[in-house]
């Protein structure tokens, strides 16, 4: 067990949490706490979040600035119930079209009814699958998504790679997380929210507070921004850059396939 934040030569396939595990098995254990969450999930990080997470989300999607022309393609990763992807849409004006991918089928269902719900069924599409080998071929998409997904995913250089193989030349990539802070007296108020009210918030709302201290030490396990930035890198993106939003809680990485 260790509460150390991994580094750019990697770590996250082997933790669950603050948990070590076995390389295979963490997808499982991941893939479990999302079955569980999935009804409440919307709910649930409006109240973990305060509401900021949609703040968060509509500053990438304006970072996006998808075209406001038919024909422009974005694939969102672990894109769950569709809020990134129903943003983009919004903000091109109707134009864009949407792959929603996830490995979750529950997480996918809520996002499905969201977008029947909202009549984006002609803008959208979800595909069943795992962020390390995607269905896709080669140079399809013009935008590369993920929010609030990647530290799930147990071989982040392998889901790097293929962000940057399904890109076109030119494409964009982006990706929202949960990151270092780098506020003195934000840290310790954030430690706290993070480790007493979200399980309790979970317990109380969704009758399970498990999966929710999974999620908080997940993000302590995470990167730092820099060296999250040295993975993009790594993976052949080009012009990489980070944004820091509310402190450091969450940061924005952009980079290019050039
Ligand atoms: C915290 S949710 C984020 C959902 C959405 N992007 C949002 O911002 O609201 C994380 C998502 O990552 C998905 N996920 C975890 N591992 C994955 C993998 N290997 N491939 C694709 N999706 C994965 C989960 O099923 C879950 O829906």
Known sequence: MSEQRTTATGGMETSYGYKDVAAGEKQSMVNEVFHRV??????????????????WKDAMVAWLNPPKRPGWK????????????????????????????????????????????????????????????????????DAYTIAFGIRNVPRI???LAEAWRVLKPGGRFLCLEFSEVDMPLLDKVYESWSF?????????????????????????????????????????????????????????????KL
């Open 74 to 141: 974005v694939l969102d990763v672990a894109g769950g119930t569709g809020d990134i992807a129903f943003r983009i849409v919004d903000a091109s004006h109707g134009h864009a079209h949407a792959t929603v991918l996830d490995i979750n089928g529950s997480m996918l269902e809520v996002g499905r009814e969201r977008a029947a719900r909202r009549r984006l069924e002609a803008n959208t599409d979800f595909v069943e699958a795992n962020a390390e080998e995607l269905p896709f071929a080669d140079e399809t998409f």
């Open 38 to 55: 999935a009804n409440r999930y919307d709910l649930m990080n409006d109240l973990m979040s305060a509401g900021m997470h949609r703040l």
């Open 196 to 256: 007493n009210a979200i399980p309790r918030i979970g317990q109380f709302v969704a009758g399970d507070g498990e999966p929710y201290a999974y999620l908080v030490e997940s993000i302590r396990k995470f990167p730092n921004q820099e060296n999250f930035a040295a993975m993009i890198r790594r993976a052949g993106f080009d012009r990489v850059t980070f944004r820091n939003y509310s402190g450091g809680i969450a940061a924005l990485h952009s980079g290019w």
């Open 157 to 159: 250089e392998a889901a």
